[in-house]
C-alpha cells in the first residue's frame, strides 16, 4: 500500500473510529476468516462496507461484544 493510501485510511480510521479487519481479528484473537464467516452466519458485529473495503465501528463491536457476554450460572 502506498504511503498516501496509508494516511488516508489511517484519517479515516481515526476520524470515524473504524477497524480493518486485520485489526479486529487480532484484538479478538481470531483471524480474518473467521470474521468472514461470522458475517456470512450472521454473528458477527456490524461491518462498513465502502467500496470494496470493510471496516467494524468500535462502538458497534462494543455492544456486539456486550451482547455476548454470559453471566456465571449459578448451581449448574
Known amino acids: 500500500m502506498s504511503d ?3 494516511q ?4 479515516t480510521q481515526s476520524r470515524f473510529d473504524l477497524l480493518t479487519p486485520e485489526q ?7 483471524t480474518t476468516r473467521t470474521l468472514q464467516r461470522w458475517h456470512v452466519q450472521r454473528d458477527g ?5 465502502i467500496g470494496r473495503q470493510i471496516f467494524y465501528r468500535t462502538s458497534s463491536v462494543d455492544v456486539w461484544l456486550s451482547s ?3 453471566g456465571r450460572q449459578v448451581g449448574k
Open 24 to 30: 479486529l481479528a487480532q484484538q479478538l484473537n481470531v
Open 4 to 6: 498516501t493510501n496509508e
Open 45 to 49: 458485529p456490524p461491518r462498513v462496507e
Open 8 to 11: 488516508q485510511t489511517t484519517q
Open 68 to 70: 455476548r457476554e454470559r
